[in-house]
């Protein structure tokens, strides 16, 4: 029984105070001034903090600046449409009708407005710019006329000369040099050249019913 009533050893703590001396099992302890201290503080703390956001709701927003925004106007627009709509008097099908066309009457009118001044706006400005030189000759049509130069190989028909004219070309997938010889019949007005003159030939009406080329110089008489 002894050994059950030994005292326990105690400890030395460094965080400790203080024994209290002539204590009794009753009386507080030494700590609790301190104690009382730290939860007065943190009620303090707690009751500002649930203040701060109550006071940040309490405080108004400020009003936007330059005025009704656009979603503001829109329902501001639709709001007059509708009483308009409410204003006016029920309809028959025939004035609807009406209404219509003096719609698209008015729209025509504009358009035709439009067109007009786009049309004055071109005239002015053809007008203003230097006139154009003719691309075809007036004896071929419209189009600009081919020109051809060749070798006259004949001169026997009267005011008609035979022009050959020498190609020289790459065939496309074979890339062979392939060599050909046209033929063509033109009118010499003057009967101006002879065998073996190189000529400039261009394209022309229809003069009979192979010639359609004339001759237009003599570009080197034959040796």
Do not use: F
């Amino acid at each position: 029984m002894a050994e059950k009533n030994e005292e326990t050893p105690q400890v030395d703590r460094p965080d400790a105070g203080p024994p209290d001396q002539g204590a009794g099992p009753d009386a507080p302890p030494s700590n609790l001034n301190e104690e009382v201290e730290t939860a007065a503080s943190q009620e303090g703390a707690g009751e500002t903090t649930t203040e701060a956001p109550e006071q940040a709701a309490a405080k108004p927003k400020a009003a936007p600046k330059g005025g009704p925004t656009r979603r503001e106007k829109l329902e501001a627009k639709r709001a007059e449409r509708q009483a308009a709509r409410g204003r006016r008097k029920p309809r028959t099908p025939e004035e609807r009708e009406a209404e219509r066309r003096e719609r698209r009457a008015e729209v025509a009118k504009q358009r035709r407005a439009y067109r007009q001044k786009v049309k004055a706006k071109k005239a002015e400005a053809s007008k203003a710019a230097p006139p154009r030189e003719a691309d075809h000759a007036p004896e071929h049509g419209p189009g600009r006329a081919k020109v051809r130069q060749g070798v006259v190989v004949s001169e026997k028909g009267d005011k008609t000369i035979t022009v050959a004219i020498d190609m020289v070309r790459r065939h496309k997938r074979y890339h062979k040099i392939m060599r050909s010889t046209v033929k063509l019949y033109a009118h010499d007005e003057r009967n101006d050249a002879h065998e073996g003159d190189t000529v400039r030939v261009q394209e022309c009406r229809p003069m009979s019913r192979s010639k359609r080329w004339r001759l237009v110089e003599v570009l080197e008489r034959a040796k």
